[in-house]
């Protein structure tokens, strides 16, 4: 196995378990998004994913700003680890 193949298959699974995130997170519920939709073809979606992306670079921008509680978001995250059952 090359080491881009093992690359490539160590970054879908990353992708993949960041997906698995943004639906623990609620987000996919609060904005109409079911699993097993094509976000890229199904131009209903468009708005929603355009909402989701720009949602997702104001917490990167926040982030390089250092205007955020690193502890609080933590914090938050365990509270939905646990109130989903989620291991």
């Not at 298959?9 to 094509?38: F, H, P």
């Amino acid at each position: 196995m090359s080491n881009n193949h093992k690359f490539r298959k160590a970054r879908t699974r990353t992708l993949i378990q960041i997906g698995g995130l943004v639906e623990k997170s609620g987000l996919l519920d609060r904005l109409s998004i079911s699993l097993g939709q094509d976000l890229q073809r199904d131009n209903a979606l468009r708005d929603e994913v355009l909402v989701l992306l720009g949602a997702l670079s104001s917490l990167e921008e926040e982030m390089g700003r250092g205007d955020y509680s690193r502890n609080l978001w933590k914090e938050r995250g365990i509270s939905i680890i646990k109130e989903k059952d989620w291991q």
